[in-house]
């Protein structure tokens, strides 16, 4: 009986507060370093149909946003390039405004621009508008090539979808 007793007086007593205040300090140095966020949130990964070929590969050289899909397409003298047009700190679309004399995508919720290439320009953002990988599938025989995003795989803002399939 007098065993069973040490042992719950030795359950009983209170534990140092060296763990409890270490930890805590760790914790607080890994969400200083990682930041906000890092919190997990961003668009849905997966594939994105953005439409027939052949409307990308007769578009002028310039700009396509499709407002539905968030996304904006790019052509120039290389190929295709796509890009996100939700806002890197809240996801929240983005809109195009003028401002300074220069065009610049803006979010309304976080107030963050960016350039038109989707560079920071100024607000909470801390990272630039992604790019993604472009690929055309040619479906089943007789069926027209489509255009497709692949959201999530990240790209250089250089990578550009050249070429004919």
């Known amino acids: 009986m007098q065993?069973?007793?040490?042992t719950r007086d030795v359950l009983a007593e209170p534990r140092s507060a060296g763990c409890g205040v270490r930890?805590?300090?760790l914790i607080l140095l890994i969400v200083i370093l990682v930041g906000c966020e890092?919190?997990?949130?961003g668009r849905p990964l997966g594939v994105v149909r953005l439409g027939?070929?052949?409307e990308f590969e007769s578009m002028p050289e310039g700009d396509r946003e499709l407002s539905a899909l968030r996304?904006?397409?790019h052509k120039d003298a290389r190929g295709l390039a796509v890009m996100?047009?939700?806002c890197t700190v809240d996801l929240s679309p983005l809109s195009k405004r003028a401002l300074a004399g220069s065009e610049q995508w803006h979010s309304?919720?976080?107030?963050?621009a960016y350039d038109l290439s989707g560079r920071v320009i100024s607000g909470p953002a801390k990272h630039p508008l992604p790019y993604y990988e472009l690929f055309v599938d040619k479906g089943p025989?007789?069926?027209?090539?489509?255009l497709y995003a692949y959201v999530g795989r990240i790209k250089d803002p250089e990578w550009r979808l050249t070429g004919k399939p």
């Open 108 to 112: 309304p919720l976080s107030g963050a």
């Open 52 to 54: 027939p070929w052949q």
């Open 84 to 86: 996100s047009l939700l």
């Open 3 to 6: 065993r069973l007793l040490r």
């Open 23 to 25: 930890c805590a300090i």
């Open 141 to 146: 025989p007789g069926a027209p090539l489509t």
């Open 71 to 73: 996304l904006l397409v």
């Open 38 to 41: 890092s919190a997990g949130r």
